[in-house]
């Protein structure tokens, strides 16, 4: 056949799936030990190791004396490795953690000898839109890929096109994905015939002239002895995944094009249930990124001493770890989602303890009765905060301005008042420490033992003067210093801090920070109408809201919560045959929590009757149809709805104890105008959607689709915590809270013709227990690009710390770190690299715009997403006028 097949022997390693990790692992020690033998006694055989760095680092921890061995076999282009670090789901993790992925996986394999130069993306469940342009800007000409190619692709290579017009040649792995090759060599009668009917079928996608490319290799399989000799048999070659893509120049002219991201059912199941099982693993994602990046990073760069890059590494390995196709999306057993959370749970706490080291840092200069306030936003932020303080004196800030303020809750000051003797009182002491607080004073009178605590104090207590002056006491009481809980409005510098403290009333001087921009409105508030100047909030009867904009963009009806059957499983959402929603709720409360002036909020409970589980859900064909059990259980559905002030969207919690199974539950949000289209933002891009997803491979297109930090449609933006899972459908944006299956895969799934995975029992999948989602609600006039902003500052609170300085230090000045500023410019990245300050920008507008980038520093330059400096930009005065085009990715490295 005259090398018309180039063979790829391969793996694909999933890392943990329907085993936890370390049983897998067990299993790819094995795998490899077969590859390197086979590999060392076969000269000619080549092998691919799934585009992964993770299969090397897993093995070579419990095989380290054979590092070597698989160094040598990459050096000389045998073993192909890399590029990235683990095979991620895209959707369910951000754009920045798309990056450090890459970053991690191609430095890791520059040290065994070089990086695959291709974005090998095999079995992820869609690609993100702008995956072409971060690919390019880590050096990469070409990606691979296999599920989610629409129907206009009719060829093995097409141009995938970014936002921004980054064009990426783009092999397509048609007929059969990455294991298209795998039936060739099952035994060798017959070899020619499955050859030559291989040629056959993928001459249809190649066309008559060049080689065509057989994948071979499919889930955790080893190589088969004697290889060599059957590839030559057929008159094939063997070759690595980048030595058959590397014939290819990179060049895409006379290419199909396809645009932005590929989430077509076309020619591939792509699980879109993904997105929304297991949802607390998507909200501890979504919190533990925005910890490291938007918190921890920024401020260690601008505001910490010693570089934490030890730490900061570690919490990368996790979150990298935990971005894996069968790892963050949930879809695995129990155990292998259990073990991904804790990742994800450690990824956190990394980040809080370096925020805390540098917020503790700059605390130590806040006096101890005061506040500080630190902003993870390169923007100057006015916006409301909840701060504990001592005694009732007005709040000022270090102009000595009063700062504005509600209070919201006041705390106790009897904390004990009991009949009982010294000595048993005294072993609630320890030291100056007693109730969680420290003793300030302490005195008798009669039979009456009294303390005084605080949360700080300089006093010294001798215990043995305590027991002499207290042998007669038979009652004791603690009394605790005056402490309340207040809304205050500040004003931050972007990535900078200020604070505030309680004063004397007479030493309150000037006017309120920003005093020369307009006071934001004050909010008001009862349990019907909540109303902040921006936005209207009226609470229906039926609990739902009406949201009036100051532009009289007006939405009726959302909150709607809409319960349904699941009889599903982890990859694919389907109603029972005989489904029954349930959306009316059987009673309604409200309860007025706070009426203003600077927040106001009510609760919304409202009772339902949701089925308890599904029935008849096995798919046997003796059974009747899937439906939903007759018994039910009550269920109260609490919404907290919130205004602040200045803020032009209603802050939503919503909460329930799930005790139910098989079902999904959804809230609703009326558009206020006809839609045809959603936009949603994800991994550097806002994307836009239709009504439909195109179908073909038998999976049923259901319309729903991921968006990261907001969702807006027909006047209505939502604005998200963590990934979520959305639908346009009858007028209406349903955004899904919860959805509880009882199996990995369904072996007899409505929606899916065929299994994707065993099916084996996930209880844990039914995510009973207490379930909470905060997100908001934002009527828009005119376009999505006015939510850009907003989402920001929803997403990324400011900082309070309490004071840890000295009490008689007055407030220090307040400081300003990095601005960042541009219609439509969104950080997403500050640290460190060297002795350089490396920040990561996009464009989140379908226009050309500017970022204007303003701190300390006098040099700047281009960097790619490897961190590689390039061409030198101009600064004026520790000004950078950055020109970024529509939808583009850029990295700055700033200096001097």
Not at 136 to 141: D, H, T, V, Y
Not at 737 to 760: K, M
Request: glycine share 10%; hydrophobic share 40%; charged share 20%.
């Amino acid at each position: 056949m005259s090398a018309e097949i180039v063979v790829v022997p391969h793996t694909h390693w999933d890392r943990e799936w329907y085993e936890p990790f370390q049983r897998f692992r067990l299993r790819l020690v094995a795998l490899l030990d077969e590859v390197l033998d086979t590999m060392e006694r076969e000269p000619a055989y080549h092998f691919t190791l799934d585009g992964q760095l993770a299969c090397v680092d897993d093995y070579l921890e419990v095989r380290p004396e054979n590092r070597d061995r698989i160094a040598a076999l990459v050096e000389s282009g045998r073993l192909a490795v890399g590029p990235w670090q683990i095979l991620l789901d895209e959707f369910l993790c951000s754009g920045e953690n798309i990056v450090r992925n890459l970053e991690l996986g191609m430095s890791r394999a520059d040290k065994l000898g070089g990086a695959m130069p291709v974005g090998y993306l095999p079995d992820m469940f869609g690609h993100t839109a702008q995956m072409p342009q971060i690919l390019r800007k880590a050096g990469l000409l070409h990606a691979c890929v296999y599920r989610g190619v629409p129907s206009s692709v009719t060829a093995d290579a097409f141009a995938w096109v970014a936002p921004d017009g980054t064009a990426l040649r783009t092999q397509y792995l048609p007929a059969g994905g990455y294991g298209n090759g795998a039936h060739l060599f099952s035994d060798s009668a017959g070899l020619a015939e499955r050859a030559a009917a291989f040629v056959t079928t993928m001459r249809e996608w190649h066309g008559p002239e060049g080689a065509l490319l057989a994948m071979y290799g499919t889930d955790h399989s080893a190589p088969v002895r004697g290889l060599p000799e059957m590839v030559a048999a057929i008159g094939a070659r063997m070759d690595t995944l980048s030595g058959y893509i590397g014939k290819y120049s990179g060049e895409v002219d006379g290419l199909p094009r396809v645009e932005g991201e590929l989430r077509s059912h076309a020619r591939a199941n792509i699980l879109p249930g993904v997105i929304s099982v297991r949802a607390h693993v998507k909200q501890a994602m979504g919190r533990a990124e925005r910890m490291v990046e938007r918190y921890a990073e920024p401020l260690a760069t601008l505001w910490g001493a010693e570089w934490p890059g030890r730490f900061l590494d570690m919490a990368w390995w996790r979150l990298v770890d935990a971005s894996g196709h069968d790892s963050v999306t949930g879809c695995g057993v129990d155990d292998t989602a259990q073990q991904v959370a804790a990742r994800i749970a450690e990824a956190e706490h990394l980040g809080q303890a370096v925020r805390d080291m540098v917020t503790a840092r700059l605390a130590a200069s806040v006096p101890s009765d005061g506040v500080l306030l630190v902003n993870p936003t390169p923007a100057a932020r006015r916006g409301v905060v909840v701060v504990d303080v001592a005694g009732t004196d007005p709040l000022v800030d270090p102009s000595g301005a009063p700062v504005p303020v509600q209070p919201l809750e006041y705390a106790p000051t009897l904390l004990l008042d009991e009949e009982m003797d010294a000595a048993t009182a005294l072993t609630f002491v320890h030291g100056t420490e007693l109730y969680g607080q420290h003793i300030t004073a302490w005195s008798v009178e009669g039979e009456t033992l009294t303390f005084t605590v605080a949360r700080e104090t300089s006093a010294v207590i001798d215990l043995d003067d305590l027991r002499a002056a207290t042998g007669g006491v038979r009652r004791v009481r603690i009394l605790a210093e005056p402490r309340r809980t207040v809304a205050a409005l500040v004003e931050v510098p972007p990535l900078g801090h200020t604070s505030i403290r309680p004063v004397p009333r007479e030493q309150v001087h000037g006017s309120p920070a920003g005093a020369g921009r307009p006071a934001p409105t004050p909010v008001r508030g009862d349990e019907e109408v909540l109303d902040n100047g921006l936005l209207r909030v009226t609470i229906a009867g039926d609990g739902t809201l009406t949201l009036v904009s100051a532009d009289g963009t007006t939405v009726t009806g959302a909150g709607r919560i809409v319960d349904g059957g699941d009889v599903g499983d982890t990859y694919n959402h389907a109603p029972p045959a005989d489904d029954l929603l349930v959306s009316e709720p059987s009673s309604v409360e409200t309860e007025l929590i706070c009426s203003g002036p600077l927040m106001a909020a009510v609760d919304v409970r409202r009772t339902y009757r949701w089925p308890a589980s599904g029935d008849g859900i096995d798919g046997a064909p003796e059974l009747p149809a899937p439906s939903r059990a007759p018994r039910t259980e009550e269920i109260v559905v609490t919404t907290r709805v919130e205004l602040r002030a200045g803020e032009p969207y209603a802050r939503l919690r919503v909460e329930f104890d799930n005790r139910c199974a098989d079902h999904r539950v959804r809230l609703h949000v009326p558009l206020p105008a006809p839609a045809t289209e959603s936009h949603a933002e994800g991994q550097f891009a806002v994307v836009t959607r239709g009504l439909t997803s195109e179908g073909g491979c038998g999976e049923t297109p259901l319309p729903t689709f991921p968006a990261s930090s907001w969702v807006a449609a027909g006047g209505v933006a939502a604005l998200l915590e963590h990934v979520t899972e959305y639908e346009v459908a009858d007028g209406e944006l349903a955004l899904t809270l919860l959805r509880s299956v009882a199996y990995l895969s369904r072996n007899r799934n409505a929606l899916r013709p065929e299994p994707a995975g065993p099916q084996l029992p996930t209880p844990a999948a039914q995510s009973r227990g207490i379930r909470s989602v905060s997100m908001a609600l934002m009527p828009y006039a005119e376009s999505w690009q006015e939510v850009v902003p907003q989402a920001e500052t929803f997403r990324h609170d400011l900082l309070v710390v309490p004071g840890q300085g000295d009490r008689a230090s007055a407030l220090p000045d307040p400081a300003s770190g990095l601005s960042v500023t541009g219609d439509g410019v969104v950080m997403t990245s500050l640290r460190m690299r060297d002795d350089r300050q490396e920040l990561r920008v996009v464009a989140l507008t379908p226009a050309a715009t500017e970022a204007v980038i303003e701190g300390a520093f006098t040099e700047a330059r281009h960097a790619d997403l490897r961190g590689r400096p390039g061409d030198r930009l101009p600064v004026a005065d520790g000004v950078l006028r950055l020109a970024l085009k529509p939808w583009e990715i850029a990295t700055v490295q700033l200096s001097g």
